[in-house]
T-cell receptor, first 115, second 116 residues
Framework: EAGVAQSPRYKIIEKRQSVAFWCNPI?????LYWYQQILGQGPKLLIQ????????DSQLPKDRFSAERLKGVDSTLKIQPAKLEDSAVYLC?????????????FGPGTRLLVL | AQSVTQLGSHVSVSEGALVLLRCNYS??????LFWYVQYPNQGLQLLLK??????LVKGINGFEAEFKKSETSFHLTKPSAHMSDAAEYFC??????????????FGQGTELSVKP
């Protein structure tokens, strides 16, 4: 079974530029998550989708971050414009359903450096 | 709000020694608890999870964790460390009374080093 795929793996941009990340979840998984992991910290949930609907985006900085999950499969996360503090690893995860005890399966992440 | 604390950002053990990584949660309602491992430049992988079926949970790679309600703890242990265990370990909670199902709150992580 293929895992969660993410691209690109690495990205370096200047501040105020825009960037987009792509995620392809495990086939059949209804729930998709985007996390931000700043160096030395645990992952922080940015947005959670159930199929193509948003379940929680309370911690997404909506003035600069946006995400979509068209057709309930792939997802993209965009930052526009980027700030220095956005330097982090962006992890995508998926799970079969939406239970409290559901296991989440993580992709390898996209490492973003904003200069 | 639910939170999780991992004591010790870095733990170093010798190969063959006991591994003990500490995790405490803050909630009056016992949450679901998870331990994930992250190897360099990789995503997180589930080691084990507590879902109230049994207080002692066995996971992959010889790891286990015990849920102690009285201590609000879910410490991770392994009897004998191996060099391949060197990685970052994260404890996470899912609050069963949260309005958002499936939302995980992670601790800050503990980096485990294993000396030969």
């Amino acid at each position: 079974e293929a895992g969660v795929a993410q691209s690109p793996r690495y990205k370096i941009i200047e501040k105020r530029q825009s960037v987009a990340f792509w995620c392809n979840p495990i086939s059949g998984h209804a729930t998709l998550y985007w996390y931000q992991q700043i160096l030395g910290q645990g992952p922080k949930l940015l947005i959670q989708f159930q199929n193509n609907g948003v379940v929680d985006d309370s911690q997404l900085p909506k003035d600069r971050f946006s995400a979509e999950r068209l057709k309930g499969v792939d997802s993209t996360l965009k930052i526009q414009p980027a700030k220095l503090e956005d330097s982090a690893v962006y992890l995508c995860a998926s799970s079969p359903g939406l239970a409290y005890q559901e296991t989440q399966y993580f992709g390898p992440g996209t490492r973003l450096l904003v200069l | 709000a639910q939170s999780v604390t991992q004591l010790g950002s870095h733990v170093s053990v010798s190969e063959g020694a006991l591994v003990l990584l500490r995790c405490n949660y803050s909630s009056s309602v016992p949450p679901y608890l998870f331990w994930y491992v992250q190897y360099p430049n990789q995503g997180l992988q589930l080691l084990l999870k507590y879902t109230s079926a049994a207080t002692l949970v066995k996971g992959i790679n010889g790891f286990e964790a015990e849920f102690k309600k009285s201590e609000t703890s879910f410490h991770l242990t392994k009897p004998s460390a191996h060099m391949s265990d060197a990685a970052e370990y994260f404890c996470a909670v899912s609050d069963p009374v949260s309005a958002v199902r499936g939302k995980l709150i992670f601790g800050q992580g503990t980096e485990l080093s294993v000396k030969p």
